[in-house]
């Protein structure tokens, strides 16, 4: 089992920047491939951003590139997601996964699932 556990998420004005952080224990973190996805409300989940095991290849979502950042320290066990000029559409829970395969990631359907964290962007 993996647990994951996100932090960072608040309210924060239209433009302002956030950094996200999703702690992994349980099982050796590098062995991960690792995503963020949001579920704004009434909507489905969506995958943002993901972040390849040890090469840390990343991809994007077209709606959060060039302002959305994700990185990972393996040492740390530790994936992050640096959020700028966040715009009220950014608005929704934030969820970390975690799965052996990129491609399970991608395709919506991670072995595990952080609990979410918040992130609320007034205009």
């Known amino acids: 089992q993996v647990q994951l556990v996100e932090s960072g998420g608040g309210l924060v004005q239209a433009g302002a920047s956030l950094t996200l952080a999703c702690v992994g224990s349980?099982?050796?973190?590098?062995?991960?491939?690792m995503g963020w996805f949001r579920q704004a409300p009434g909507k489905e989940r969506v995958l943002v951003a993901r972040?390849?095991?040890?090469?840390?290849?990343?991809n994007y979502t077209d709606a959060v590139k060039g302002r959305f950042t994700i990185s990972r320290d393996n040492a740390r066990n530790t994936m992050y997601l640096h959020m700028s000029g966040l715009l009220p559409e950014d608005t929704a829970t934030y969820y970390c996964?975690?799965?052996?395969?990129?491609?399970?990631?991608?395709?919506?359907?991670?072995?595990?699932w952080g609990q979410g964290t918040q992130v609320t962007v007034s205009s």
């Open positions: 972040i390849t095991k040890t090469r840390m290849l990343t």
């Open positions: 349980g099982r050796t973190f590098s062995n991960y491939a």
């Open positions: 996964a975690a799965s052996r395969l990129v491609a399970a990631i991608e395709s919506g359907q991670p072995d595990y």
